[in-house]
């Protein structure tokens, strides 16, 4: 179901960031060099494989508490820089998803050298797609700021279906989580990437002119009773109340919306042109207080498109599940469901259970 392999990104800063590449290796690889200059792969027993560059970046000393804990204390090579860690080869030549023991002992590395305790009061899940298209374009992220205790979460719906798409999505999916989660503004995260990936030249369109992604974030702190978001295009988020009522907490930027706000009736495929995206176009904002939503969700219109075509009510959804992974699960499986007889697009669907203190 999800053509991805999760993988863990440890910097030597001691923050840890899941990363999603692709199934095949030859892109795997090219997906670690985003974040890895000249990766070498080491072998980390049987279940793992750490890639490292051989920089003179600081020594990662999370990641090499983390090498001794899944070997039992074996010495780990000089580990310097951003490590990413993922799961074994196969015999077909492709990395594996991490074992969730070996992603635990990462995480726990993590917090022991940075100090950091877990903070209670989001659960997370996240469920992908690949729908009828060739790649996986659809791409989250989740990101907590280890000095302020601050979430964000990112949904991005990369625009086409080639593998530069998805790279471009993948990426900057992290940069928008990363920048909103240390700075507490979905806005500014989102204006921020929107600068970065004008000025990139590895693409091979032109962000500056051609649609790329649109895309939802959220930003939740503790020390805050409310819960931003910002979007730019027709990606959503639904908020549920502790009384089950579902709320969108967006507007689709694109042509069929614009019909409607005008007093006009909007075609069948009026909702396929975007006004606005990553690389140009209006940032939406909205707020939700935290102490009144239940549960959160963010999803692409591979999700909630086929749905609304067959009457349902996306939100609703959210109130039939007993957890954030399960809510995630139905969204899209029914909207699979629901598109079963058309061209199915990627669909992602990333839930927030809020537990309320």
């Known amino acids: 179901m999800i053509a991805t392999t999760p993988a863990l990104?440890?910097?030597?800063?001691?923050?840890?960031?899941?990363?999603?590449l692709d199934s095949r290796r030859a892109d795997q690889l090219h997906g670690i060099g985003f974040y890895i200059q000249a990766p070498h792969a080491h072998r980390l027993g049987r279940r793992a494989v750490v890639h490292a560059g051989h920089g003179t970046e600081s020594v990662n000393d999370v990641a090499r508490q983390a090498w001794m804990s899944i070997t039992g204390g074996s010495r780990p090579p000089l580990l310097r820089g951003p490590v990413v860690i993922t799961g074994a080869t196969n015999r077909?030549?492709?990395?594996?998803?991490?074992?969730?023991?070996?992603?635990?002992?990462?995480?726990?590395?993590?917090?022991?050298?940075?100090?950091?305790?877990?903070?209670?009061?989001?659960?997370?899940?996240?469920?992908?797609?690949?729908?009828?298209?060739?790649?996986?374009?659809?791409?989250?992220?989740?990101?907590?700021?280890?000095?302020?205790?601050?979430?964000?979460?990112?949904?991005?719906?990369?625009?086409?279906?080639?593998?530069?798409?998805?790279?471009?999505?993948?990426?900057?999916?992290?940069?928008?989580?990363?920048?909103?989660?240390?700075?507490?503004?979905?806005?500014?995260?989102?204006?921020?990437?929107?600068?970065?990936?004008r000025n990139e030249l590895r693409w091979d369109f032109d962000p500056r002119t051609d649609p790329s992604a649109v895309a939802v974030v959220a930003v939740a702190d503790h020390r805050s009773p409310l819960i931003r978001v910002?979007?730019?295009?027709?990606?959503?988020?639904?908020?549920?109340?502790?009384?089950?009522i579902s709320q969108p907490l967006t507007h689709d930027h694109n042509?069929?919306?614009?019909?409607?706000?005008?007093?006009?009736?909007?075609?069948?495929?009026?909702?396929n042109f975007v006004t606005s995206c990553l690389m140009n176009g209006d940032i939406g904002t909205a707020t939700t207080e935290r102490g009144h939503t239940r549960r959160l969700l963010l999803c692409t219109d591979g999700a909630y498109a086929p749905l609304e075509?067959?009457?349902?009510?996306v939100g609703g959804i959210l109130d039939l599940a007993d957890d954030a992974k399960d809510a995630a699960?139905?969204?899209?499986?029914?909207?699979?469901?629901?598109?079963?007889?058309?061209?199915?697009?990627?669909?992602?669907?990333?839930?927030?259970?809020?537990?309320?203190?």
């Open 9 to 20: 990104l440890v910097s030597s800063n001691g923050e840890v960031e899941e990363l999603l």
């Open 92 to 197: 077909a030549g492709d990395l594996t998803p991490l074992p969730e023991l070996s992603a635990e002992a990462i995480q726990r590395a993590a917090g022991l050298l940075s100090g950091a305790t877990t903070t209670i009061g989001f659960k997370v899940s996240a469920v992908q797609h690949c729908g009828g298209r060739s790649y996986q374009c659809d791409a989250y992220a989740i990101k907590r700021n280890r000095n302020t205790g601050r979430w964000a979460f990112a949904v991005l719906d990369g625009i086409g279906d080639r593998p530069q798409v998805r790279r471009f999505a993948q990426r900057f999916a992290h940069v928008i989580a990363r920048e909103a989660a240390r700075h507490g503004s979905p806005a500014r995260a989102l204006a921020a990437a929107r600068v970065q990936a």
């Open 230 to 244: 910002a979007w730019c295009g027709d990606a959503r988020a639904y908020r549920l109340a502790p009384i089950g």
């Open 255 to 271: 042509y069929a919306q614009d019909l409607r706000s005008r007093g006009r009736t909007a075609g069948p495929y009026d909702r």
């Open 309 to 313: 075509a067959r009457g349902q009510d």
């Open 329 to 357: 699960a139905l969204v899209v499986e029914d909207a699979m469901a629901a598109g079963a007889d058309e061209f199915a697009d990627n669909a992602t669907a990333l839930v927030v259970d809020i537990v309320q203190a």
